[in-house]
């Protein structure tokens, strides 16, 4: 089972780092996604990275590529999403992902609970 927190009401401009760790597993071995769900919307891609095996490299959805940064910890069990300069329409239920497989690409298996971001003045 995966957890995700951290999430929280912010204002404009400011920061929130996100966690997502495993209960049962650790997130140190393949894939782990961020995605995000806002009122309304279909569920959209944030950040992914890659398994540290091949390199751990991280690809960033257009909208926040520039101001959110995924990475994991020393020991690969943790990994987060840093976001700065929040904007309003940052504003969702964000969940973290994983499955096994190396790559980001492709459906995701195992999903977290979703923590909310609220991003408002």
């Known amino acids: 089972q995966l957890q995700a927190s951290g999430g929280g009401l912010v204002q404009p401009g400011e920061s929130l780092r996100l966690s997502c760790a495993g209960s049962d597993f650790s997130l140190a071995r393949y894939a782990v996604g961020w995605f995000r769900q806002a009122p309304g919307n279909e569920r959209e891609d944030v950040a992914c990275i890659t398994s540290p095996s091949i390199g751990g490299r991280t690809t960033y959805a257009n909208s926040v590529k520039g101001r959110f940064t995924i990475s994991r910890d020393n020991t690969g069990a943790t990994v987060y999403l840093q976001m700065n300069n929040l904007k309003a329409e940052d504003t969702a239920t964000y969940y973290c992902?994983?499955?096994?497989?190396?790559?980001?690409?492709?459906?995701?298996?195992?999903w977290g609970q979703g923590t909310l971001v609220t991003v408002s003045s």
């Open positions: 992902a994983t499955k096994p497989s190396y790559y980001c690409d492709g459906a995701f298996d195992f």
